[in-house]
């Protein structure tokens, strides 16, 4: 890049200067970023649809990434409150409450931290996952690249806690990068600042450790051009204790339109609700981070795997509260997704072909998802994806200050409606009425992306559903 010449995105829009870059991470509301910052997440907001791989040498023994790892000497049978390296300083420790389900089972350290010396995932084919996230319908891709437990997933210069330690040899991170490069989908990195491997991380040596954390993030950075988000995940420790500025500084020196999420001591491009669907809201984006089974890494086919239709729920729900759905995928130690997650996966790709129209680019609203719906609008099309019909038969919704010209199902067939001051009325034929998901479209006469439902009346569709 010549240095005469200021950043700029893809579409060639200046990108902001540091001190701007800095500014709007330290701000939540989109309204108060600048818009440069507000439109650095146009293509995350139009996506939607995410996958998250959270992987390591932990699948091998078929337990939690990091959380599975004892700090106190027992040979994994023993269920008790366990302390964890905590960094020391500020106030900050791990946490020390007993295990919780997902933690299981517990595995000794000195089981734990030699995993790796037998991870050979034979079957891993990056382009192989890949396609399959594509033909879900995903638009983007996040790498677990370090975890708490310090194992690095690539062959980083800067450790030898890497994938050159093991068997394997080969750089997954690396490798993913480019089989999305050559895929043409968005990919990003997870990196934790906490390390519970990394002898500097602690009170004595805590600079020390920054460091090695900003060189390891520059050199993914380096190897990697189109890493395009970097997702940390130390929500609630403080931006000095990781000397954010510096971080930051390097990170927008390096890669200026990258997005970053809110766990870093600031709140950053984008809020992370875990496990659950995040709030209906306008003003600040999120991104639900949600797994299959409960847990972020493989535990084995004796663990269940949600139905496909509460994985369409909830990235419908996410659409329809105006956020993302970032849905994880916990490699076998083969390197292969599980074939039941993969089944979700395709069945979701298969919908999103014929309904994609109603979630890629849309914004939540107008009306707020509850049990029986969630809606998502573009232009002058709102969409209602019904998950319960009413024992009438009948959704009544409240009234738009829009006329509505038609009404139909998306994927065809004409619903007859009524409109008034006071509800909208649809009444589809019952052969619309499909069981467990419709998706209705109204045709508006107006653009609907900036109307609001009066808010007394707002639920109107909750209070009409059955509740079998």
């Known amino acids: 890049?010549?240095?005469?010449?200021?950043?700029?995105?893809?579409?060639?829009?200046?990108?902001?200067?540091?001190?701007?870059?800095?500014?709007?991470?330290?701000?939540?509301?989109?309204?108060?970023?600048?818009?440069?910052?507000?439109?650095?997440?146009?293509?995350?907001r139009e996506a939607r649809f995410g996958m998250f791989i959270h992987w390591g040498p932990s699948s091998v023994a078929a337990c939690e990434i990091s959380w599975s790892k004892q700090f106190y000497p027992d040979p994994g049978e023993t269920i008790r409150p366990n302390p964890r390296p905590g960094p020391g300083l500020m106030g900050m420790g791990e946490w020390t409450e007993?295990?919780?389900?997902?933690?299981?089972?517990?595995?000794?350290?000195?089981?734990?931290?030699?995993?790796?010396?037998?991870?050979?995932?034979?079957?891993?084919?990056?382009?192989?996952?890949?396609a399959q996230a594509k033909a879900a319908g995903m638009r983007y891709i996040i790498q677990v690249a370090k975890?708490?437990?310090?194992?690095?997933?690539?062959?980083?210069?800067?450790?030898?806690?890497?994938?050159?330690?093991?068997?394997?040899?080969?750089?997954i991170i690396g490798e993913m990068a480019e089989a999305c490069r050559k895929a043409d989908i968005k990919f990003g990195i997870y990196y934790s600042q906490r390390d519970w491997h990394h002898p500097d991380y602690g009170p004595e040596r805590m600079a020390r450790y920054n460091e090695y954390m900003r060189n390891q993030i520059a050199e993914l950075l380096d190897r990697h051009p189109n890493i395009s988000l970097l997702w940390f995940d130390s929500e609630g420790y403080p931006f000095d204790l990781w000397e954010g500025e510096a971080l930051y500084r390097m990170v927008h020196r390096l890669r200026p339109d990258i997005i970053i999420n809110n766990r870093c001591g600031v709140p950053g491009d984008y809020d992370t609700p875990e496990?659950?669907?995040?709030?209906?809201?306008?003003?600040?984006?999120?991104?639900?981070?949600?797994?299959?089974?409960?847990?972020?890494?493989?535990?084995?086919?004796?663990?269940?795997?949600?139905?496909?239709?509460?994985?369409?729920?909830?990235?419908?729900?996410?659409?329809?509260?105006?956020?993302?759905?970032?849905?994880?995928?916990?490699?076998?130690?083969?390197?292969e997704i599980d074939t039941r997650e993969a089944d979700r996966l395709r069945r979701v790709g298969d919908w999103l072909r014929t309904h994609g129209e109603s979630i890629y680019g849309t914004r939540g609203g107008p009306y707020k998802p509850d049990a029986t719906l969630?809606?998502?609008?573009?232009?002058?099309?709102?969409?209602?994806?019904?998950?319960?019909?009413?024992?009438?038969?009948?959704?009544?919704?409240?009234?738009?200050?829009?006329?509505?010209?038609?009404?139909?199902?998306?994927?065809?067939?004409?619903?007859?409606?009524?409109?008034?001051?006071?509800?909208?009325a649809i009444t589809p034929p019952l052969d619309l009425r499909e069981?467990?998901?419709?998706?209705?479209?109204?045709?508006?006469?107006?653009?609907?992306?900036?109307?609001?439902?009066?808010?007394?009346?707002?639920?109107m569709s909750g209070q009409t559903a059955s509740r079998s």
């Open 275 to 335: 496990q659950y669907v995040g709030d209906y809201r306008l003003d600040r984006d999120w991104e639900s981070n949600m797994t299959f089974t409960g847990f972020w890494a493989w535990h084995g086919y004796q663990t269940k795997v949600i139905s496909f239709e509460q994985c369409l729920r909830n990235l419908i729900s996410c659409a329809g509260g105006n956020g993302n759905l970032l849905m994880n995928i916990g490699p076998m130690p083969t390197g």
């Open 147 to 171: 975890h708490h437990d310090g194992f690095c997933m690539w062959n980083s210069a800067f450790t030898d806690f890497d994938m050159s330690a093991t068997p394997f040899k080969r750089d």
């Open 435 to 459: 069981p467990t998901l419709t998706t209705l479209v109204l045709e508006c006469d107006q653009d609907v992306s900036c109307i609001e439902v009066p808010p007394q009346t707002a639920g």
């Open 374 to 424: 969630a809606a998502t609008r573009r232009g002058n099309k709102i969409f209602l994806h019904v998950f319960q019909w009413p024992d009438s038969g009948v959704l009544r919704l409240p009234p738009l200050n829009t006329r509505v010209l038609t009404a139909s199902r998306l994927i065809g067939g004409a619903c007859s409606f009524t409109q008034s001051a006071s509800e909208i």
């Open 98 to 130: 007993p295990w919780l389900d997902w933690f299981h089972p517990p595995v000794p350290r000195e089981i734990y931290d030699k995993l790796h010396q037998s991870f050979y995932p034979s079957q891993f084919d990056a382009d192989r996952i890949v």
């Open 1 to 44: 890049m010549n240095p005469a010449t200021p950043p700029a995105d893809s579409s060639g829009r200046a990108l902001p200067d540091f001190a701007a870059f800095l500014a709007d991470q330290k701000v939540a509301n989109r309204a108060d970023k600048s818009e440069a910052g507000r439109r650095r997440l146009d293509w995350w």
